[in-house]
């Protein structure tokens, strides 16, 4: 039977660039790691690392895409965010459009994409609707043009603007794992078994969120803004963040050794927008210690 390969990106923001980091330097160890790779899958910033990666674009390109000069312009200027999104996404829209052509379409990428976002109004349907973006096959989003994609799977409420009724996928499925497999098996149920999958999962960082204050009689306004909590926004927080693990666990229930989760541990809380720790996060991914991925990777990615 052959092989599917695919790499899969968490959401997180600025933290991207502790992912990109990391790919690069596994890259520099593997250099024919992502062309022997099928799928690229990602939410919200993983989504701009996977399409890019599906693009063709080189790993160094896609790192200094989250460079500090390249972060702060993205997440600039800021506004009060009480009636409007924190920030406008023309400023995306123009850093997306450094990287890919504007009709630039899915059918027209070189790789597979997975890319989850959510739809509050209904895509192909009436009512709030998860929608996976792929090329896998014909289907309704294969059309849709990348810089599109990109910008509404990274769409975090508060921060930037809905995109077409669509908010950032992570609100749904932070680490697209689980979800990618099963996709394809469902496509191609003759052709795959689930020994074939290998999986390399990289996240953006874990850092052991919670809420130490007492939240018993928290309303609407609390949940949704506090400027006393680490995360000003902790339902969004929440919503962003706990489906990561139980995914994760899926994963590892299905493809057990041929399944690698990358995602190390942060020594700090790093908000999605906060910029001025992408020096922090690329001087951190410089020094993790990758040998258990390495392993991984040539006993099993790409044995």
């Known amino acids: 039977m052959p092989i599917f ?20 330097r596994i890259v520099q160890k593997f250099p024919t790691l992502l062309n022997q790779t099928h799928m690229f899958a990602g939410t919200s910033t993983g989504s701009i690392i996977a399409l890019g990666l599906a693009y063709n674009r080189p790993i160094a390109e896609i790192d200094d895409f989250y460079s500090y000069d390249k972060t702060k312009y993205i997440f600039s200027p800021k506004r009060p965010n009480w009636f409007v999104p924190k920030y406008r996404n023309i400023h995306l829209l123009e850093s997306l459009e450094s990287v890919f052509p504007k009709n630039l379409s899915l059918a027209s990428l070189p790789k597979y994409v997975f890319v989850p976002a959510f739809n509050v109004k ?23 043009k990348v810089i599109d994609v990109a910008l509404s799977s990274s769409a975090a409420p508060t921060y930037f603007p809905s995109v077409n009724n669509f908010i950032d996928g992570g609100v749904f499925m932070n680490s697209p794992t689980a979800a990618p497999i099963i996709y394809v098996r469902s496509v191609f149920p003759n052709t795959y078994s689930l020994s074939d999958f290998r999986l390399l999962s990289i996240g ?100």
Do not use: M
């Open 5 to 24: 390969r695919i790499i899969a990106f968490d959401g997180g923001g600025i933290r991207g660039a502790l992912s990109t980091r990391l790919l690069q």
């Open 122 to 144: 209904g895509y192909t349907c009436k009512g709030f609707q998860g929608v996976f973006f792929t090329n896998l096959i014909n289907n309704p989003t294969i059309s849709e």
């Open 204 to 303: 953006t960082g874990s850092y052991p969120e919670r809420i130490v204050r007492r939240t018993k009689n928290w309303g609407v306004f609390q949940w949704a803004f506090n400027p006393f909590t680490e995360s000003k926004a902790p339902f969004l927080s929440v919503l962003l963040n706990t489906s990561t693990p139980i995914e994760n666990r899926y994963s590892y229930e299905l493809l057990k050794s041929n399944y690698y989760r990358l995602n190390p541990p942060l020594e700090q809380f790093i908000e999605l927008d906060d910029y001025k720790k992408v020096p922090y996060l690329k001087q951190f991914a410089d020094e993790v210690d990758l040998t258990e991925v390495f392993h991984y990777i040539e006993r099993y990615y790409l044995h």
